[in-house]
Every structure is written in structure tokens, then in C-alpha cells.
């Protein structure tokens, strides 16, 4: 096994497809989200872009946790990073997001589109990581 490198440029661009699935995701469904949420356009607005900052930030954490998960494997590519991906939002992100929605009464729409987002999101974000985790690797074995 090589010694650990991370992949900033698949960090970043799977910090930048989460952040984009998010924007497609929630204009999609935002009307739905709002009214599962039980809030206004108007009472999130009050936050500025603040939350769109913790989101790309969040994104970076979830994109060099992926790289650092798929540095382990033999093949770290797309479809391993996929697969990561769908195990760690099944299995993590929806666990724990269920366990919170149902104590704080949550409803089933909303744990089905805030779970929708991550479920997929970190799929995608897996997937980017891994595809660009293989380039480097080939790269860097191709210059050797």
C-alpha cells in the first residue's frame, strides 16, 4: 500500500457535487421541504449564505472522509467510492438522521427528502472521489 496522500482534487470536486446535488435537490423539492420543515422562505432567509458556507465546509469533510476510506482498498475508484458511498449514507448518515427525526417528532416527508439528499449526495460524492482517487493512481503509476 502506497503512504497516504490525500487527493485534494477529488476532495474538492466531491465537496462541489455534494453542494450542487444539494442546490438541485432542494430547488426541486424546496417546496415540499419548506412545508415538511414548517417554515418559510422568508424565516430561512434570515441567515444569509451562512448555511450555504457550512454546507460546501460539510461537503469538504464528507468528500476527505471518502478519500481517506478508499485510500484502504486495492481499486479505490467510481464504483468502489458508489459503493461507499450508498453503505455510509444508508448505514450512518440515515441511522443517525432517523434516530433524530423521530425524537424530535419529525415528519416521515421530511427524514424522506433531508434522507433522499444525503443518501444520494454521498453516492455521487463517493463516486467523483473514487473516479478521481483512480486517475491519480494511474498517473502516478504511469510516471514511475
Request: aromatic share 14%.
Amino acid at each position: 500500500m502506497n503512504a497516504r496522500r490525500p487527493n485534494y482534487l477529488g476532495i474538492v470536486a466531491g465537496a462541489i457535487v455534494m453542494f450542487a446535488w444539494g442546490a438541485i435537490w432542494y430547488t426541486v423539492l424546496g417546496n415540499a421541504w419548506l412545508a415538511a420543515l414548517g417554515k418559510t422562505t422568508d424565516q430561512l432567509t434570515r441567515y444569509g449564505y451562512f448555511p450555504y458556507v457550512v454546507s460546501f465546509a460539510a461537503g469538504l469533510l464528507v468528500a476527505y472522509c471518502f478519500d481517506n476510506m478508499l485510500w484502504h482498498y486495492e481499486t479505490g475508484d467510481a464504483k468502489k467510492g458508489a459503493q461507499v458511498g450508498l453503505l455510509t449514507g444508508v448505514c450512518i448518515f440515515a441511522a443517525m438522521m432517523l434516530t433524530e427525526y423521530f425524537f424530535q417528532g419529525q415528519s416521515i416527508a421530511l427524514m424522506l427528502i433531508d434522507g433522499g439528499y444525503g443518501i444520494i449526495g454521498f453516492v455521487l460524492t463517493g463516486a467523483t472521489v473514487g473516479a478521481l482517487r483512480a486517475r491519480s493512481a494511474r498517473r502516478a503509476a504511469a510516471s514511475a
